[in-house]
């Protein structure tokens, strides 16, 4: 199968090329796709070394699957000539998600929103990703009413230019700003751009995206997206208020049988979700389970993924893994 990956010299093109080599997809021909600046880079994928082409080189091949991460903007222009030229795109940037002809897909919540119809697919935010594994079984079992999010975001989610500032910042070297403040030592409660509703952008992302994965434009979301200097994955505090009363142990059983997820919830051994251990991981972990006293039928809980794996790389790869498995693609 031949294979493009557009923004492969990125902090998540990078990730990208590791979960491709782990999952073993039949790739046969590897495009590596940057700007300019870095064609004829060499990038190692599988047990070869590729040189970095161009984006239109990638295009002229005719892959049956591109993998975009490399922004809206290249999105927008590029992943509609690739989908005309008939193969499947799998878009990491903001540019389809809300595009009511694109499906946003997270492969344990809704993998039947893929067809051979839909030749551009969106991968959703990585802080939306995680919270969706967690609240899929809740939604089918219990309904959800209304969701309050607080996210707290590892500085990996900007992007490498971010880790170098928190790097410089504990190693006492004049750093670069990426952020408008210091990290370390330090939670900025600024994700994306402030918009005119006082919300910035990437709130807005987990109230509609999770809307549009879930399929339920009804829930009530409110979310406040935080800053962390942590490299390991995002975690998030969820309150959910649902239709319906439930036991706590009722929903730990639930995400036990539930695809993805990985319960750690023995608070009496100190044991919960934290992003040092989710590092490097594909599922996602949740725990500090328990009732919310304060509001009928609530429930909170906490919830941490690896925001370059499962909450960007592990999910595209997953959703081409799908496109094979029902022979929308042939290897």
Request: charged fraction near 25%; glycine fraction near 6%; proline fraction near 6%.
């Amino acid at each position: 199968m031949k294979l493009a990956l557009i923004g492969a010299t990125g902090l998540v093109g990078e990730v990208m090329m590791q979960v491709l080599q782990e999952q073993n997809l039949p790739v046969s021909d590897f495009y590596p796709a940057a700007s300019e600046r870095s064609v004829g880079k060499l990038v190692s994928f599988g047990e070869k070394t590729w040189k970095v082409c161009s984006i239109q080189d990638a295009l002229d091949a005719k892959p049956a699957i591109a993998i975009f991460s490399a922004g809206a903007g290249v999105s927008k222009e590029w992943a509609p000539k690739f989908a005309n030229a008939g193969t499947f795109v799998i878009d990491n940037s903001s540019a389809w998600r809300m595009d009511t002809g694109v499906p946003l897909v997270v492969p344990e919540v809704n993998p039947n929103k893929l067809s051979a119809g839909s030749k551009i697919i969106a991968n959703p935010n990585c802080s939306t990703i995680q919270m969706v594994v967690a609240l899929n079984p809740i939604h089918k079992e219990y309904g959800i009413k209304r969701l309050v999010i607080s996210t707290y975001q590892s500085v990996t989610g900007t992007g490498v230019a971010a880790v170098k500032q928190l790097e410089d910042e504990r190693a006492g070297r004049d750093p670069e700003m990426v952020y408008p403040w210091p990290i370390d030592l330090n939670c900025l409660p600024h994700g994306g751009d402030f918009l005119d509703n006082g919300y910035t952008a990437e709130e807005m992302k987990l109230v509609n995206e999770t809307r549009k994965i879930l399929e339920d434009p009804d829930i009530q979301i409110t979310a406040t997206v935080v800053r962390i200097p942590v490299k390991g994955g995002h975690s998030e505090a969820v309150n959910v208020e649902m239709e319906k009363p439930f036991e706590v142990q009722d929903i730990r059983n639930l995400f036990m049988n539930s695809p993805g997820l990985i319960v750690q919830d023995k608070v009496e051994d100190n044991i919960y979700p934290m992003p040092r251990f989710a590092q490097g991981k594909d599922e996602v972990f949740v725990g500090r389970l328990r009732q919310d006293p304060s509001r009928k039928n609530s429930l909170d809980m906490w919830i941490v993924a690896d925001n370059l794996r499962k909450g960007a790389a592990t999910n595209a790869v997953q959703i081409a893994q799908l496109l094979l498995e029902k022979k929308l693609v042939h290897p």
